[in-house]
């Protein structure tokens, strides 16, 4: 079994910055790629940033030059530090793991959220 857990969000301040932790756990082969997701209500889920196992990077454009993504792949942990926050970076935040199981094929693992809210 195999599972993604998110820590880090809350409330914070224009202009702030959170960082964002994922790690995966549990029966694990392989993992290909992680990244992190947003949702906000009525709309659909929307790449932030994504990280291979090769180290390419790939970077919502909303988010260019705030946002840094990175991995540690020993701890199978991938964080996300965003700076200079906007009110429009609020949003439930999701970490998804691209990875194969010990005993399960490959497929997409998605954490349980974790919520930022950017607001004075």
């Known amino acids: 079994q195999v599972q993604v857990v998110e820590t880090g969000g809350g409330l914070v301040q224009p202009g702030g910055s959170l960082r964002l932790s994922c790690a995966a756990s549990g029966s694990i082969s392989r993992i290909y790629a992680m990244g992190w997701y947003r949702q906000t209500p009525g709309k659909q889920r929307e790449l932030v940033a994504t990280i291979t196992s090769g180290s390419r990077i790939n970077y919502a454009d909303s988010v260019k030059g705030r946002f840094t993504i990175s991995r540690e792949n020993a701890k199978n942990t991938v964080y996300l530090q965003m700076n200079s926050l906007k009110p429009e970076d609020t949003a439930v935040y999701y970490c998804?793991?691209?990875?194969?199981?010990?005993?399960?094929?490959?497929?997409?693992?998605w954490g349980q959220g974790t919520q930022v809210t950017v607001s004075s």
């Open positions: 998804n793991a691209d990875l194969s199981g010990t005993y399960s094929p490959r497929r997409d693992y």
